[in-house]
């Protein structure tokens, strides 16, 4: 993966803004630590920051092609995994190519077929394509949103990068948020209404779209978005379909010049990529996969199982990477580090983000990449199959908001009444969640229990997964990691979003036709096992830091939240005790109240590191 940004202006010489680009690009020297480049003509400047995976020599970027009298450069972040099948077809129309990058092949594709050239592709990718003779941009992102593209319109020009950080090295973009920005943080947080930037006048480019410009005009087009559609097969047709889908992913997504490897958890999502990429390795005759799996010192003696968290992840790591013969490496980590790191994803997000939940996974793709490029992880399998609880919960299946962010309520009573009335809490999140439900593909004569399931699922692969997806890309990329989300395929996830709830959980089990699909893949016991969410250390020490933290914050009368929230709601939240076997978290699955303080503390530093000005 690499980092890109770039600036397009079709009234201001940009020959003269050579520094101010390549600082744009500077700024995500993690995302690409192998190599960096900047390109510029008079209306356009492209700077890239690369990480080798691909073809080393022939994938230098940025990138120009002359096709006839047009001449195209592109800057490109991603993986495409049917580079092969893409450039064969390429070459049969006339179209040569030069190297075996992936780079190029996205180029030429764009030469040859335009935006359609994007119902070709196979992977995760955000990019951006300069037509010098019609004087156009052209940008797109992969379908699920894996890869990250913010812009920002300032005059009749056109400023892109992969995270916020590239957009505000420039003198043109300021670290301000409005009412709508703060209600973002405040109320959505930590997810984000998709196409927000929360900075004003910034845009995410939404997965499966992409966006032209010419002189200073832009238009945005959805290319994909999941359709509703009748369901024929069998159970036993699904579940060999499902697969085949699988299999044809995790070894595709294997393609590499660089040492690949997988997280390992030992819950039925991880250890299936796990289990199809051993495969591939015996296979081909490659030395075992390397496994990695994530735990905490004394996580036994602190550990309470709830109904979120039902169990142990460590042996069963174990247990998955003896059947499927890995080499497994346990990264294991002191609650000493994890405290050092509180505010270090702030700058890998440039937002407030998931507490200590992205520090732990900071710390885990920063140890990986000691001995590995790319791994391949189990994320999404969850939004696109339906393990959440909130596919089963009566509680979250009645409820008329995002099923994931139930107690809206506290939420509020942290928020100062100033803050209250700018950014009308209730009203912002009902029309959010409208919004959505307003996107969701309906299919007619479904039951009203099948279509609910249907909008849960929409609402956790739009929203929910992006999130999770936002946390996967900066914590990986903060370290130089490039991690792959093979549930992520777009043609796994259509198949499956119209498969009907009663084949989704055959054999009465959550994710059943997942597991089922793993059979002689896994053993029995593993497939049988009840999910258990990415770990967050349960040391009572991580909530008397975060407690204390929040309350000294409190103190501070130059603390920037100040104005924000409510002291005495905080005081009290901090006074109060934590019901011992109670846990209804107020976002996700595991964010309890020591998140809800860590989350608040990261607000306040957010607001200081970046100097941001509320309007």
């Known amino acids: 993966m690499c980092g890109i940004a770039g600036w397009v202006d079709w009234e201001r010489d940009l020959t003269q803004e050579l520094e101010t680009i390549r600082a744009m690009g500077e700024t995500l020297a993690c995302r690409g630590p192998d190599a960096s480049d900047v390109w510029l003509s008079k209306s356009a400047g492209f700077a890239h920051r690369r990480l080798i995976v691909v073809d080393p020599e022939g994938g230098k970027q940025p990138m120009t092609r002359r096709f006839g009298d047009r001449v195209y450069t592109i800057t490109y972040n991603g993986e495409l995994y049917n580079t092969d099948e893409v450039r064969a077809e390429l070459i049969a129309e006339g179209y040569p190519c030069q190297s075996y990058s992936d780079t190029e092949v996205v180029l030429v594709s764009y030469i040859a077929w335009g935006p359609d050239a994007l119902e070709?592709?196979?992977?995760?990718?955000?990019?951006?394509?300069?037509?010098?003779?019609?004087?156009?941009?052209?940008?797109?992102?992969?379908?699920?949103?894996?890869?990250?593209?913010?812009?920002?319109?300032?005059?009749?020009?056109?400023?892109?990068?992969?995270?916020?950080?590239?957009?505000?090295?420039?003198?043109?973009?300021?670290?301000?948020?409005?009412?709508?920005?703060?209600a973002e943080v405040f109320l959505m947080g930590p997810g984000r209404t998709p196409g927000h930037g929360v900075f004003h006048g910034v845009q995410e480019l939404r997965p499966g779209h992409y966006l032209l410009a010419h002189k200073g005009y832009v238009r945005v087009h959805p290319y994909w978005q999941l359709t509703a559609e009748p369901h024929t097969d069998d159970v036993e047709t699904t579940v060999a379909k499902v697969r085949e889908l699988l299999v044809d992913i995790v070894n595709r997504q294997l393609v590499s010049d660089v040492p690949v490897c997988t997280f390992l958890s030992g819950g039925v999502d991880s250890s299936a990529v796990s289990a199809i990429a051993a495969e591939a390795y015996r296979n081909r005759g490659l030395p075992p996969l390397n496994t990695y799996s994530i735990d905490f010192v004394d996580m036994a003696e602190n550990f309470e199982a709830n109904s979120f968290q039902t169990?142990?992840?460590?042996?069963?790591?174990r247990r998955v990477s003896e059947f499927i013969g890995s080499t497994h490496h346990p990264v294991v980590f002191g609650i000493e580090e994890q405290l050092q790191h509180l505010f270090t994803p702030i700058t890998a997000r440039d937002l407030p983000g998931m507490y200590d939940i992205d520090s732990s996974l900071y710390l885990f793709c920063k140890a990986i990449k000691q001995n590995a490029t790319v791994a391949l992880s189990g994320e999404a399998a969850?939004?696109?199959?339906?393990?959440?609880?909130w596919f089963h919960r009566e509680d979250a299946l009645t409820a008329k908001t995002f099923p994931w962010s139930l107690k809206l309520n506290e939420r509020i009573r942290v928020m100062s009444p100033e803050l209250q009335k700018i950014v009308r809490p209730t009203e912002y999140v009902a029309d959010r969640y409208r919004d959505a439900l307003a996107e969701v593909p309906r299919l007619p004569g479904e039951d009203a229990r099948q279509a609910r399931v249907r909008e849960i699922g929409y609402l956790s692969i739009t929203r929910f997964l992006a999130t999770l997806l936002d946390r996967k890309d900066r914590m990986s990329m903060a370290t130089g990691l490039e991690v792959r989300v093979p549930f992520c395929d777009h043609r796994l996830v259509q198949y499956v979003f119209n498969i009907p709830w009663e084949i989704k959980t055959t054999g009465g089990q959550v994710k059943g036709v997942l597991r089922e699909a793993m059979r002689g893949y896994l053993p029995d016991d593993v497939r049988a096992r009840k999910k258990s969410p990415y770990p967050s250390d349960p040391n009572p020490r991580y909530l008397e830091a975060t407690r204390s933290l929040a309350l000294a914050m409190l103190e501070d009368a130059n603390a920037p939240i100040r104005p924000l929230i409510d002291a005495t709601a905080v005081r009290e939240l901090a006074e109060s005790s934590y019901r011992k076997g109670e846990h209804r978290p107020w976002f996700g699955q595991i964010a309890g109240t020591a998140q809800m303080f860590h989350y608040l503390i990261q607000v306040d530093r957010w607001l200081r590191d970046y100097k941001v000005r509320i309007v």
């Open 120 to 182: 070709k592709l196979n992977g995760i990718f955000a990019y951006a394509i300069w037509d010098e003779t019609e004087k156009t941009l052209f940008m797109a992102r992969d379908r699920l949103g894996v890869k990250p593209l913010f812009y920002a319109q300032r005059g009749r020009g056109v400023l892109f990068a992969s995270e916020l950080k590239g957009l505000l090295a420039n003198p043109l973009v300021d670290p301000v948020v409005d009412a709508e920005g703060l």
């Open 311 to 317: 169990g142990l992840d460590a042996p069963w790591a």
């Open 382 to 389: 969850d939004e696109v199959f339906g393990g959440y609880p």
